[in-house]
């Protein structure tokens, strides 16, 4: 097939303008091209952000790789390096083997009783007052609760990877005050997971289990600091931001509650749904290993690439209505956890959580309103800071 250069857009990405209402920028993107150039001061990236286009290139590792990071600054794709989700195969095999030893789908099944349990009597807590933040009350409550008990981390630095988590992925994007802001925490997250030792962890826990596998001489001793790392790294923000943004569309919205009410067997769906709307990673990147033919318009090889999750999600040319959020949509095709051998580890447990949170939603409360948001900033995830919400 002819190819062609990549069409250029004046567009700053992380701007704090595009990061608030990413979506007319989106479908800029998405109509000016399947691969468009994004040239800037601080960078120069390709940006893919139609459906078809992303998800292509998510599932072809070899040509769009991971092994070169998967931010948008040199520093943080250093510190990538050796990570689950900045590494290809062989390398990526081996460690998602072992990650995923403990968050395979069965073993996640194993952990629903437990997270509902947690959410329920979370949710019955808060309705006690009839108002109460949907992220800090309960969606920050909840995650580092479920995550801590899983990884066998608690108190103090359960603590500082729950408050610091965001932080892991503002650092991913370009040079900007989000970066500079981040970083000193990264290192001090990092420094304090290289500290830990099997004693730091509950007997039981993944973090146990991977010292138990060291020690057996199964995984090299240095490669449960990186494991920890991609356990707790991408495991609060990503989940706290999908149950703050799925509760938000669901109560400014009377009718769709309504609807998800009569029939709570919809809550699988509308996990789909909300992360489809609303993805917690909106902005994912990788690095072209030769030409790549994206429809007919070529991106050089040695190009940085923004994969457009969030925009991919909202495709007119995929999902019909896509700035609507309908609980009866099931879109379970959505890339919001990734595509092909980078596809999330975590997600099973993350749509666990959001859809604990929704269940216990669903069957302790009648009526669900909330107020004006205040929306979180992050160079990479998308969520919210602050839900008031009222119940009865």
């Given at each position: 097939?002819?190819?062609?250069?990549?069409?250029?857009?004046?567009?700053?990405?992380?701007?704090?303008?595009?990061?608030?209402?990413?979506?007319?920028?989106?479908?800029?993107?998405?109509?000016?091209?399947?691969?468009?150039?994004?040239?800037?001061?601080?960078?120069?990236?390709?940006?893919?952000?139609?459906?078809?286009?992303?998800?292509?290139?998510?599932?072809?590792?070899?040509?769009?790789?991971?092994a070169q990071g998967v931010g948008f600054n040199?520093?943080?794709?250093?510190?990538?390096?050796?990570?689950?989700?900045?590494?290809?195969?062989?390398?990526?095999?081996?460690?998602?083997?072992?990650?995923?030893?403990?968050?395979?789908?069965?073993?996640?099944?194993?952990?629903?009783?437990?997270?509902?349990?947690?959410?329920?009597?979370?949710?019955?807590?808060?309705?006690?007052?009839?108002?109460?933040?949907?992220?800090?009350?309960?969606?920050?409550?909840?995650?580092?609760?479920?995550?801590?008990?899983?990884?066998?981390?608690?108190?103090?630095?359960?603590?500082?990877?729950?408050?610091?988590?965001?932080?892991?992925?503002?650092?991913?994007?370009?040079?900007?005050?989000?970066?500079?802001?981040?970083?000193?925490?990264?290192?001090?997250?990092?420094?304090?997971?290289?500290?830990?030792?099997?004693?730091?962890?509950?007997?039981?826990?993944?973090?146990?289990?991977?010292?138990?596998?060291?020690?057996?001489?199964?995984?090299?001793?240095?490669?449960?600091?990186?494991?920890?790392?991609?356990?707790?790294?991408?495991?609060?923000?990503?989940?706290?931001?999908?149950?703050?943004?799925?509760?938000?569309?669901?109560?400014?919205?009377?009718?769709?509650?309504?609807?998800?009410?009569?029939?709570?067997?919809?809550?699988?769906?509308?996990?789909?749904?909300?992360?489809?709307?609303?993805?917690?990673?909106?902005?994912?990147?990788?690095?072209?290993?030769?030409?790549?033919?994206?429809?007919?318009?070529?991106?050089?090889?040695?190009?940085?690439?923004?994969?457009?999750?969030?925009?991919?999600?909202?495709?007119?040319?995929?999902?019909?209505?896509?700035?609507?959020?309908?609980?009866?949509?099931?879109?379970?095709?959505?890339?919001?956890?990734?595509?092909?051998i980078h596809l999330c580890v975590g997600a099973?447990?993350?749509?666990?959580?959001?859809?604990?949170?929704?269940?216990?939603?669903?069957?302790?409360?009648?009526?669900?309103?909330?107020?004006?948001?205040?929306?979180?900033?992050?160079?990479?995830?998308?969520?919210?800071?602050?839900?008031?919400?009222?119940?009865?």
């Amino acid at each position: 097939m002819a190819t062609s250069t990549a069409p250029s857009l004046d567009l700053d990405l992380w701007s704090d303008t595009v990061l608030h209402d990413p979506w007319p920028h989106y479908r800029a993107i998405r109509d000016t091209g399947p691969a468009v150039r994004l040239e800037h001061d601080l960078y120069d990236v390709y940006a893919v952000g139609r459906y078809e286009d992303a998800r292509e290139a998510l599932r072809h590792w070899e040509l769009f790789s991971s092994a070169q990071g998967v931010g948008f600054n040199e520093l943080m794709n250093e510190a990538m390096q050796g990570t689950v989700v900045g590494a290809d195969p062989p390398e990526h095999d081996l460690l998602r083997g072992v990650m995923l030893d403990r968050l395979k789908l069965s073993e996640v099944r194993e952990l629903t009783a437990m997270v509902q349990e947690k959410a329920d009597l979370l949710v019955a807590e808060l309705l006690d007052g009839g108002e109460f933040d949907a992220v800090s009350d309960l969606a920050e409550r909840l995650v580092p609760t479920v995550v801590g008990q899983l990884v066998g981390i608690s108190g103090e630095v359960l603590d500082k990877f729950a408050h610091g988590g965001d932080k892991f992925f503002a650092v991913a994007g370009p040079p900007n005050e989000q970066l500079d802001e981040g970083f000193p925490v990264v290192l001090e997250l990092l420094q304090l997971i290289g500290s830990l030792t099997k004693a730091d962890m509950a007997p039981g826990s993944m973090g146990w289990d991977l010292y138990d596998a060291a020690e057996r001489g199964e995984i090299p001793e240095d490669m449960c600091t990186t494991l920890l790392w991609n356990y707790v790294g991408p495991g609060f923000d990503t989940t706290i931001n999908a149950i703050g943004s799925t509760i938000w569309m669901l109560a400014r919205d009377p009718e769709q509650w309504k609807a998800l009410k009569a029939d709570p067997s919809l809550v699988p769906g509308v996990v789909n749904e909300g992360v489809r709307m609303e993805s917690p990673i909106q902005i994912w990147s990788r690095w072209t290993t030769r030409d790549a033919d994206v429809d007919g318009v070529t991106i050089p090889e040695g190009s940085r690439v923004a994969l457009l999750l969030g925009s991919a999600n909202r495709d007119e040319r995929h999902y019909p209505d896509p700035d609507h959020f309908d609980v009866h949509r099931n879109p379970a095709d959505h890339v919001a956890f990734g595509q092909g051998i980078h596809l999330c580890v975590g997600a099973p447990l993350a749509r666990a959580e959001v859809a604990a949170t929704l269940n216990a939603l669903v069957h302790q409360v009648t009526t669900l309103e909330c107020g004006e948001p205040l929306r979180r900033i992050n160079n990479t995830t998308r969520g919210l800071r602050h839900l008031p919400v009222t119940v009865s």
